[in-house]
Structure formats: structure tokens, C-alpha cells
């Protein structure tokens, strides 16, 4: 196993509701039980505000943890691989982070100095390897940021984390800004590198058609909490829980015409409901009048449902 | 039914003026739409599909419109000053955007907010001015009226700021609504949501709406008729069923092969070769042609016309007519 997440939490503080009561917690990521093999894509996916990108953050250390363990490896001790560089996270917009006064050549120079990855000698050598290995010309290292369209931009975010030889790159909605046509490009450099270096990725993404397109298993995420996780394309073809259903249910009918959903506003973090976070919206849950009184005070386990299939739901 | 024809817009050219340069954005773009009609507007980031909603209620600067015409019911509004425009745009015309957080007061309730629109159509105040504020937050189904009403911008959702928005643009009565993205920002879920709103509203009010997105497979669930934009121009129109299934331009085709399938998984996926080029930059000839997969020698010198191919089907490219049966 690659990495290994058990019970992970992150709480903010958020609002002070009344000027003396204590801030409320919002509980961001709540126990979250994930592992990743070497090699490997799991797709996280989930609503607005699940707490995908938190998730990504908690395991390379951007955000604090409140609770839980992450182990990468065989690694015991965090702080060794934390700082190894072994698991790089890129963004939605990986340039917004670069001096834009420096070319992006030199940006990356910084990387492979910082962690001496080569000697300095070979260094605009690497550089430029790492250019052609994300299919960008390597005269381009020159450039600065802001001559690059949204597609290339991508492309250099991806060099850059491959500085270091991560063999994990958490992809925090990577495609989502870019068009069809520069999105496909993108994912299909992303799996040729896996292809080729055995890199795995965490691919986050609300996009779940682009999500089928890259990822070996599907982790589904509500309200800081896995509600189902499993191979692709079992998810799929046959969603388990309810939250999931739905979830693909609109996905897939987007392809075809009509529409079905659920009601209601997504979860809040800041204040979930009790027992299973879904309850409020689950139509299980309120079936024809005929609420259903655990899933409203027992929050339920993520418990192995068939081949590898975990599902936290009460009724299933 | 008879169709009674709403907005007519013809040879549309919008430059936008910088470094005295003048760089055509919209260049010589014509369609119509009917009353009550939905028609969508799809193309890639950066092709002026923003720049031509803008056109039909006012730009600006740099942007400037230095041709054809824009006839809404009647009038041509390129021609009218500053103010005469006024009288349509956010009345018989509205628009509403993709990130509303931009365009709603932070410090004002959204009540408020809405109110002010209303007292802007010039018609109501007092009492009917609230009482058609609540309304309003009706017809966009905002769960409580009340609660809404004195609700501030942060505290609501991206959906129920977008309800809000909506509930804004409806104020006027508008014959037509533009909605520029107005679901990109959200998630699947509330995205299908406000589209079954937007839709029912539609049906009640008989607005037309013209419905800007990069998104090809939102686009079927909205518009009776599509339209594709590249580098600047229509290059495709027709019924949104009949391009959706059998598009004609090499453009339209390579888009859609492109959308990866929620159902499909693909090895690798189909991606147009090439990059979108900026207006600064066009190709001669047909725009797409140094991405085009079947493109010949004249493609780089001929600009090909937009051309009625069949009924109601209009196409940029003259090397597909031969195929509509
Ligand atoms: N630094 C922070 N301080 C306080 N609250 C935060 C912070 N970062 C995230 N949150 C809150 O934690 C929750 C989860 O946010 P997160 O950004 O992880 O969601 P997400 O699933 O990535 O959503 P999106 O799809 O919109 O990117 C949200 O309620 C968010 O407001
Ligand atoms: N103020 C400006 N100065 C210079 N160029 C501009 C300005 N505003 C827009 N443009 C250019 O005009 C072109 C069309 O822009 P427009 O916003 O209409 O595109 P769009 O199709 O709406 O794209 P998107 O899908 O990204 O919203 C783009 O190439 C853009 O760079
Ligand atoms: S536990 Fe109950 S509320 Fe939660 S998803 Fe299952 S049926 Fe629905
Ligand atoms: S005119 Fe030529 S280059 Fe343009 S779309 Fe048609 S075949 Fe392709
Ligand atoms: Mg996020
Ligand atoms: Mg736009």
C-alpha cells in the first residue's frame, strides 16, 4: 500500500453564533478511512463544500489535522516523507501560486535545488526533460507565467510536481477550469505518465464522466464523510448508496435529457445533522411518510457491502 | 403556433480597441429568436460568446460595436443613445451571470436588493413593491420568502444566490432573459435544479431565453435551437436534437467527440489538435482551418460563408452541404 489515511479529521473554527458561546466547529473532513496502492487513481468526488480539497490538503500537511493518521509507505514517521516531496498536490490553477516575475524555467529550477534532486549542473537539463515529458516545447522555459493559456499552465503545474519523482500527486480539480478539447489533452498526459512512471494519483473533480475516465476506484464523499467507495466502474453501474444514486442519476441523465434529484441544499459542515448526515435529504430515509428513526441519531459505519464494496448506510 | 419573432440580429461585428489596435471579437454574427424560444449559445473559452450577449444591451469600453444590427421587437438598439438603452436593459432585457457573489451587494439584504430592482422598473413602491419582492422569491421557489428576504449575499448557497439573481433579472417582466454560464459555478445537483427552474419560468412567463455555456451536455436539457461559435463567428445553427446527433462542421464534430461519456470509458481520449487562436492572431481563410481534420488547399484563403443548408440549419464550411440528405 502507497498511503494509507485512517480516520482523518480536520476541523475549522468558524462563527461565534452568540458573543460569549464557544465557536462552532466545522467539521470539514470527519473520519475519513481511505488507502491508495502504488500505481493507482482514486477518484474523490462529492458535492461543493464535502470537503474534497480539505481532504487533499490534510494529507500533505497544507491544512492541520485534528485527528487521524496518515502513513505513506512504510515510512512511521510523518515528518521524514512529509518533507520528501514524494506526494506533490497541484491545483485548479497551478500558476497562481509563481512569482510572476520569474520565468517558469526558473521556477522550476528552485524546485530541483530546493529538494537537490540533480546536480546544479544538470539542472536546465532537467529542466527541460521535464517540459518535453508534459508535451511542451522545452523553448518555453523563458516564458513567464502569464504567457501561457490554461491547458499549458496545466502542463507546467504537472512538470513541476514531477521535479521532485512524487510517486503520488493529489489532482484537486485540474481539468475544471479548462475546455473539452484541452481537458482531454490533459488526461490523457495524466495516464500516459502513470503509464509510464507508476505515479498515483488522489483525482479530485465534481466532473464524474471525467472522473470515469481516469479513475480505478471512486471514493464519494458527503459532508466530510466516505459514504461509498469501489471500482469504477461497479459505482457506476450500480450505485449503492442512496446519496450516490443520486449523485449519478443526474450525471448520467445530463447525457440523455430529462432530470430527476434530490431535493433540498447540500450538507453544511458547520452544522450537519445527526445520525447519518444525508438523513435530511435521503429519500430511503423518508420513504412515503415512513421516516426512519436510526438514520436520523446513529451515524452509520463504512462497512465492506460485496468484492471490495464499502457502503455506510443503514438500510443496505 | 405561430412564431412571432423577438430579436433579430444581423451582421453583428463588436471590436474591442486597445494599443490602437482594433481586434474584432464578434465578427459578423446574424441569428434571430423567436418569442418564448430558448436558444443556446456553446463554444470554447475566449470564442465571444460573453462579447455577444453584451452587444445586445450595452458594452463597455474598450469593447464598441462598428456594425450590423441588433432589432428587438421593432427597434434597433445599436442605434439608440445611453439612455434610450436604459429602457431596456434589466427590463425588457435581463441577464444574469455565472458568479453572482460579483454581482450582488455584499452589505445590502438580498431583499433589499431585489426591491431595488423592482422600484427600478418604475412601476411599484411601498407595500406592492415588498409584496411583489416575496413574490418574486416565490416564483424562483426560494424555500422561505421571508427568511430570504432578509437574508445577506454570504450567507446563501451558490443555488439560492443564483435564485436571487434571478429573481432580480425577472423583476422587469423581461421579454428576453440572457443567462451568461449562470450554473458553471454550481454543483450537478442544484445545477439541475435552477435549469428545471429556469425552464418552468419559462413556461409561465414566456420569456425567451438565450443560454450561454461551455457546456454541451447542459445544453440539451435547455435549448430548442444551438448555436457553435468559434474564433469570433457562428460557424453552426440548427435544432439542438439534429446537431447533437449528426453535427456538420468539422468544429461541431470534433467538440463533441471530445465530451467524455459518463457511460464510455475511453483509452485515450479525442482532443482537437492545436489551440483556440486569440482574436489578435486569427487564421486566414476559415478560422479553423489549421485544426481542421479534413481541411483542403483553399480552406486558408477562402473565408467561408455562414449558409442555409437546410431548413432552419445553417453551417460555416462549404465542404459539408453535400452531406444533408
Ligand atoms: N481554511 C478554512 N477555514 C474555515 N473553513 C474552511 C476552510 N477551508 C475549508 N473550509 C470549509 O470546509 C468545508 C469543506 O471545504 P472544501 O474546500 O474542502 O470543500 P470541497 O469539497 O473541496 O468543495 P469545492 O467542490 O467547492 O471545491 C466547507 O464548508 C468550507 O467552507
Ligand atoms: N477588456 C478586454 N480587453 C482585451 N480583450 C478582451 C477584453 N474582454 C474580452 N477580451 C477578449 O475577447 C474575446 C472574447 O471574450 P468573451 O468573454 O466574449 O469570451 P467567452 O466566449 O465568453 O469566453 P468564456 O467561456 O471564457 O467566458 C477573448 O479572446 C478575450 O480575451
Ligand atoms: S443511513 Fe439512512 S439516511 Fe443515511 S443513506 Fe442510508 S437510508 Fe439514507
Ligand atoms: S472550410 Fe475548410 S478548414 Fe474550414 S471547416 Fe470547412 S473544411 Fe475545415
Ligand atoms: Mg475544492
Ligand atoms: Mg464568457
Known sequence: MLLNVRDLKTYFPGRKQYLFSKPEQIKAIDGVTISIEEGETLGLVGESGSGKSTLGKAIVNLVTKTGGTV??????????????????MIFQDPLASLNPRMTVGNAISEVLKYHRIVPKYKIMLRVKALFRMVELSPDLIFNYPHQFSGGQRQRIGIARALAVNPELIICDEVVSALDVSVQAQIINLLKRLQVDQGIAYLFISHDLAVVRQIAHRIAVLYCGRIVEIGRTDEIISSPMHPYTQALFSVASESNSGSMSMISTEVANPANPPDGCHFHPRCPIANNSGNFIEACASIDPDLNEKSGGRMVACHQI | MKQIILLQVSGLKTHIITNGKSLPIVDDVSFDMNKGETVGLVGESGCGKSMTALSLIGLQKPAKIIGGKVIFNGTDLVSLDKKSIREYRGKKIAMIFQEPMTSLNPVMSCGKQILEAVKMQGELNGAHAKQRVIELLNLVKYPDPKMGYKSYPHELSGGMRQRVMI???LAGKPDLLIADEPTTALDVTVQAEIVNLLKKIQQQLGMAILFITHDIGLIKQVSDKIMVMYAGQIIEEGPTEIILKSPLHPYTKALLACLP???????????????????DNYPSGCRFHPRCSIAVEGCSVDEPEFVEVSDSRKVRCPYVHHSVA
Do not use: C, H, Y
Open chain 1, 71 to 88: 502513513t505513506f509507505k512504510d515510512f512511521t514517521d510523518e515528518k521524514r516523507w512529509s518533507n520528501s516531496g514524494k506526494i506533490q
Open chain 2, 167 to 169: 429573481a432580480m433579472a
Open chain 2, 261 to 279: 461519456r459518463i457511460d464510455e470509458k475511453m483509452e485515450i481520449l479525442p482532443s482537437i489538435p492545436g489551440n483556440v487562436p486569440t482574436p
